[in-house]
């Protein structure tokens, strides 16, 4: 075996094995334990992620504050800039190491549940640990939880059977669901103090960019992050109902790894607004649900240019004439 299976997908394979005889065959509750273990175990790791994300709003407005403060010494901004992403690298590279964890976990916890339903038990008695009781021949595996058969997803069952296929629909759409509000999280969800003064500059930033002949970088990144928290959630659902396993008897996301997700994205979620609950308690007061599903808006500034016969306002907001 190789190193990342003796240090992940054994003591993982093992664990889950223990839990499930454990819970008398119950493969669904054995996988929550290890998700919520897991969770446990990366906690420390986790919170470091969220504070990389706070310092990474910190350091999206004192880039901007240098980019507008240096914008006619390029030199001069040139050094400042390459001084604050020194200041703030090892933060945002040390902020990958729990996506970079979680990934190895789903990995093995997906190895473990696809070798199960393609070797039976067999495949854990070749990775048993010594005090650890290996299947007896011929032993079945029970895959069976509230209605799923964890080791099969929606395409498996037929999208026409309704009542079968339900439940498959709802972890697939919950796996989506709880990973993009785990993703809000892990982005630094919570109640922005200087939210008023970022609107304010955004407003100047504006006018600024206007002039710019060129994209910012910084902002391009931004925007690029919030169209992946769209996007994987998205993804993750379609995985989840097996639409791109590409005609393999075993999908390559079964329903068991959509529990796990589902596990470990409501327990990121809960410990966030455990932790924070003082901080974000305003924020989720005046939550508007519209405003959180709401995509980024296309710029119409041209369009309205062109709308008002390329007539622009002066600085005392009365339209000039050309």
């Known amino acids: 075996m190789s190193i990342v299976q003796i240090l992940f997908y054994q003591p993982t394979f093992n664990l889950l094995i223990v839990l499930y005889r454990a819970f008398s065959d119950n493969l669904g509750l054995a996988i929550i334990v290890v998700a919520v273990l897991s969770r446990i175990i990366t906690m420390p790791i986790t919170k470091k992620q969220i504070k990389s994300a706070e310092d990474n709003k910190v350091f999206k407005k004192e880039y901007d504050e240098i980019k507008a403060k240096y914008k006619n010494k390029p030199e001069e901004q040139k050094e400042k800039l390459a001084k604050l992403q020194m200041q703030y690298l090892p933060s945002q590279l040390g902020g990958c190491l729990p996506l970079i964890l979680q990934l190895i976990l789903l990995i093995q916890i997906r190895n473990v549940i696809v070798n199960l339903v393609n070797n039976g038990a067999d495949a854990f008695n070749s990775v048993a640990y010594p005090f650890v009781a290996p299947f007896p021949p011929g032993a079945v595996i029970n ?166 016969g390329g007539q622009k306002k002066g600085s005392d907001g009365r339209k000039n004439s050309k």
């Open 143 to 308: 895959f069976h939880f509230l209605g799923l058969d964890l080791s099969k997803v929606a395409t498996n069952i037929g999208l026409s059977n309704i009542p079968a296929v339900l439940p498959y629909i709802a972890l697939a759409l919950l796996v989506g669901l709880t990973q993009f509000f785990s993703s809000k999280v892990l982005m630094g969800l919570r109640t922005d103090p200087m939210e008023e003064e970022k609107k304010k500059e955004d407003k100047k930033k504006k006018d600024q960019d206007k002039k710019s002949s060129g994209p910012d970088f910084s902002e391009s990144m931004q925007q690029a992050n919030k169209q992946m928290i769209y996007f994987f959630p998205i993804l993750t659902s379609i995985m989840s109902m097996g639409f791109l396993s590409g005609g393999a008897a075993v999908s390559v996301f079964p329903s068991g790894i959509s529990l796990f997700w589902t596990i470990q994205n409501l327990f990121i979620v809960g410990q966030e607004l455990f932790m924070n609950r003082k901080k974000i308690g305003p924020g989720i007061r005046n939550f508007d649900p519209k405003k959180m599903f709401q995509l980024p808006k296309l710029k119409t500034n041209n369009f309205k240019q062109l709308k008002n």
